[in-house]
């Protein structure tokens, strides 16, 4: 597959074409199935990724469990937590459906790093919205109650993974479970009761908020 500038983050864009060279040579396009480990916690990160399509989910192991601290999809970066973390990964990332990446080697993007200082801004501010975001997540995570986290996770799709409030939720249960701490039978348990008391409807994978100010209540009061 040929990808192309614009493919990557717009920040990509202030690179002269010599180091965008560098960085094509540097790099290889992959292809992954549904469910396919990416880049496993611990192991040697060699590379900064690039989503071209595809969804993926970014996780941290414990003890058995997982939590899913984010997902990533198409003109998203993931790997750059782990450039300077004593050369292994912090999280490991698998594939939620069928995915192409464009992994840089880590050294490349290094050296652009320190040669491009709107480069090396972009890849600041990028690490301020991961820090941020996982913020957010450890306080819905320690501080609400259950159904204030499920709240919290619909309200991340609508707004920040679809972009309406109406979507096709492509995670599986265990993955929604997962990504707001709780057993996959309390999430199946609070979907069905925010179904049945007319906040969200819930056909399948299809989800659509209904009373989008009694979702944003326990949210915030959860």
Known sequence: ?????????????????????????????????????????????????????????????????????????????????????????????????????????????????????????KSIIQLNKEYADTIERIVSLTQKQLNGRMADAILHFARNIYGSDEFNMQITRRDMADFCGMSTESAIRILKELHNDKIISLEGKNVKIINKQQLESLSEFG
């Not at 717009?10 to 965008?20: C, M």
């Not at 990160?45 to 999809?73: C, D, H, P, Q, W």
């Open 1 to 121: 597959m040929q990808v192309k500038k614009e493919d990557f983050p717009i920040w990509f864009g202030q690179l002269t074409d010599e180091h965008w060279s560098i960085v094509l040579k540097n790099s290889v396009c992959l292809d992954y199935n549904k469910n396919e480990i990416v880049c496993k916690q611990g192991a040697f990160a060699t590379n900064v990724y690039f989503v071209v399509s595809g969804m993926l989910k970014v996780y941290k192991e414990y003890k058995g469990e997982n939590l899913i601290m984010s997902f990533v999809r198409k003109g998203e970066v993931f790997g750059l937590s782990s450039i300077y973390n004593n050369a292994t990964n912090l999280f490991s990332v698998a594939s939620i459906t069928p995915t192409t990446v464009f992994s840089v080697n880590i050294n490349v993007i290094k050296n652009q790093i320190r040669e491009y200082p709107d480069f090396a801004e």
